[in-house]
């Protein structure tokens, strides 16, 4: 069932970091139960792949008895997650405090953009705002082009659900030696800057500036990019060691004396030229039989098609099918608690009963909570 396979965990649905916390830690064995709204509760859709591997139940939190069936279950849980507007939850009566006075070990994850502090709390936000407030988005680009976003992984997932997963099982862990829980302020603004902790580091040390694609990992290098080959799909290659470099052009059959200057900066530009019209010369297929699989740090880009088919996902099984729909496997892997196989997101109400008497409630408290209309189920 997984490393967690004895921890329970009161989701309240959201959208985006928040579930997708919630999914990591249901993939490792957690308990976690879900709590929709009534009007937007989930469908249990094969592809809504966040909400995968938990039951969810629809309550009415502005009911009382909607209220006194969430409570009853955060009195049982090791940790809540959610993901509104700072205030929020003080307002439906399932604030820290009121959660923590009648659970004190509870962990109290709060996942937000901005944090429950600054000046910007209570403003709306996406992944784009949050990244580019701490130099991550201006990092990312051409030289001479705008910021793209690179989609929204750094602000919604690695900075905030990914790290809100840590910050919950730290929280976890030390509730265990002292009996008494915490908050965990999960701000997307603060996880993307800890994720650019080695660029500020980089530049604190005068190996990075601020003009895009001028640096060693922005693109900036002619040995640390991706090139266009001759049928038009794209190859990544990444040798930055000297003798990873050298086995690059030796292996792709590059002589040319200027590209032995590999730390060269004002060779630069002319070499990523150079190296652009090699590529051009050779199918994807082609360079990778010549350079996928040695210290060249070679790699096809693959699309969303591709990737799932590459020999070694097969092998790893980093993708499987979870109801007729493609998608990540759970990571990482454990050599004696390994995670089980994702199930599908389940409709509203599928295997509540169940659910609910795992939790502690009685048949009876089951029934009236059907009859009552509080829950639907």
Not at 212 to 218: K, Y
């Amino acid at each position: 069932m997984g490393p967690l396979e004895e921890i329970r965990i009161v989701e309240f649905a959201g959208i985006g970091p928040a579930p997708f916390c919630a999914m990591v830690l249901a993939d490792l064995g957690a308990q976690v139960i879900r709590i929709d709204r009534p009007a937007a509760a989930g469908t249990g859709q094969p592809s809504d792949v966040l909400h995968r591997s938990r039951p969810a139940i629809a309550v009415d939190l502005k009911n009382p008895a909607g209220l006194a069936l969430a409570l009853r279950l955060i009195d049982r849980a090791d940790a809540l997650i959610e993901g509104f507007r700072p205030g929020v939850m003080e307002r439906l009566g399932l604030g820290p405090e009121v959660c923590q006075t009648r659970n004190a070990k509870l962990v109290y994850g709060r996942m937000t953009g901005w944090g429950q502090t600054g000046p910007l709390r209570d403003a709306a936000g996406h992944d784009i705002n949050y990244i580019a407030l701490t130099g991550a988005l201006h990092a990312i680009g051409r030289a001479g082009d705008c910021p793209p976003p690179p989609l929204n992984l750094v602000g919604d997932f690695g900075g905030g659900g990914m790290l809100l997963a840590v910050g919950i099982l730290a929280g976890i862990l030390e509730a265990q030696r002292s009996g008494k829980g915490q908050v965990i302020d999960a701000a997307m603004t603060d996880g993307a800057a800890l994720l650019m902790a080695i660029i500020y580091g980089f530049a604190a040390g005068g190996g990075w500036t601020n003009q895009r694609a001028s640096n060693l990992l922005d693109g900036g290098a002619h040995f640390y990019d991706t090139y266009e080959c001759a049928d038009g799909k794209w190859v990544a290659i990444g040798p930055i060691e000297p003798q990873f470099y050298a086995l690059f052009l030796s292996k792709a059959g590059i002589t040319d004396p200027a590209t032995q200057q590999q730390y060269d900066r004002t060779q630069w530009p002319a070499l990523k030229l150079r190296l652009r019209e090699i590529f051009l010369t050779k199918t994807r297929q082609e360079w990778c039989e010549l350079l996928e699989g040695s210290d060249a740090c070679v790699a096809p880009v693959l699309d969303l098609d591709e990737a799932p088919q590459h020999p070694h996902n097969v092998a790893r099984q980093t993708f499987v099918n979870v109801g007729g729909v493609v998608q990540p496997a759970p990571a990482p892997r454990f050599s004696r608690t390994p995670a089980t196989a994702p199930t599908v997101p389940q409709p509203v109400g599928q295997q509540a009963a169940g659910t609910l008497a795992a939790w502690g409630f009685s048949d009876e408290e089951i029934r009236d909570l059907r009859q009552s209309g509080v829950s639907s189920y």
